[in-house]
């Protein structure tokens, strides 16, 4: 069985930094991407990027490009999403999720699995 | 604003039919299969419909995608109380490189 198991919630100050994680069991690591979504109070899901932990190429959103760093250890199946300096508008639920790979024009990445969801609070 | 545009509520009654329209550009719903995916409040989402109209196991026929163009729609048939939830389409942007999301559609069940 496929499973996402990220890190518990965390309550920060502006400024300060923060790494969260999401330990994957039950599938292949390594040849599988895996991502990160927000999720704002109230609001929809927005993505923020993917990590391939076989060689550790990554990409992202433009918009959370250089605001955040994704990265993965492969010896122990996590996949890590770290902020260096907070900010209030990053409070929010984020959650990791596997993507699979299809092809129809060309190659697509589907959020298939998802974590439980980690909540950030970044007070001011 | 989302990338994708999704009308934000549709409701019905429990056994009739409701479609949620999803719509978007050539980058993404006119070059790639539309994604579906449904979240029940402080839970997690759940994939719905992926490429070419599955279902994961354990989603019920009841709910079907289908796409034309730029735009897709989610079709529920005999709606039931336990669809109340909020419905998100999703699909790849060859432009921007990334999945985009549609901001939501709440479902209510009257």
Redesign the interface.
């Known amino acids: 069985e496929v499973q996402l198991v990220q890190s518990g919630a965390e309550v920060k100050k502006s400024g300060e930094s923060l790494k969260i994680s999401c330990k994957g069991s039950g599938y292949s690591f390594t040849n599988y991407w895996i991502g990160w ?1 927000r999720q704002r109070p109230g609001k ?4 923020m ?1 993917i990590i391939f932990p076989g060689d550790s190429d990554t ?4 918009s959370f490009q250089g605001q955040v760093t994704i990265s993965a250890d492969k010896s122990i199946t996590t996949a890590y999403l770290k902020w260096s300096s907070l900010k209030a508008s990053d409070t929010a639920m984020y ?1 990791c999720a596997r993507h ?1 790979i ?1 092809y ?3 190659g ?10 980690t909540l950030v609070t970044v007070s001011s | 604003q ?1 990338v994708l545009t999704q009308p934000p509520s549709a409701s019905g009654a429990p056994g009739q039919r409701v479609t949620i329209s999803c719509s978007g550009s050539s980058s993404n719903i006119g ?3 539309v ?1 579906w ?1 449904h979240q029940l409040p402080g ?5 719905l419909i ?2 070419k109209n599955q279902r ?1 196991s354990g989603v019920p026929d009841r709910f079907s995608g289908s796409q034309s163009g730029t735009s897709a729609s989610l079709a529920i048939s005999g709606l039931q109380s336990e669809d109340e939830a909020d419905y ?1 389409c ?3 942007d ?1 432009s ?9 559609t709440k479902l209510t069940v009257l």
């Open positions: 979504v929809g899901l927005e993505w990027g990409r992202y959103s433009p959650y699979e299809y129809d024009n060309s697509y990445y589907v959020p298939d699995y998802w974590g439980q969801g | 989302s070059s790639h299969t994604i995916y839970t997690a989402p759940k994939l992926y490429t994961p998100y999703a699909a790849w060859d921007l490189n990334g999945v985009v999301f549609g901001g939501g």
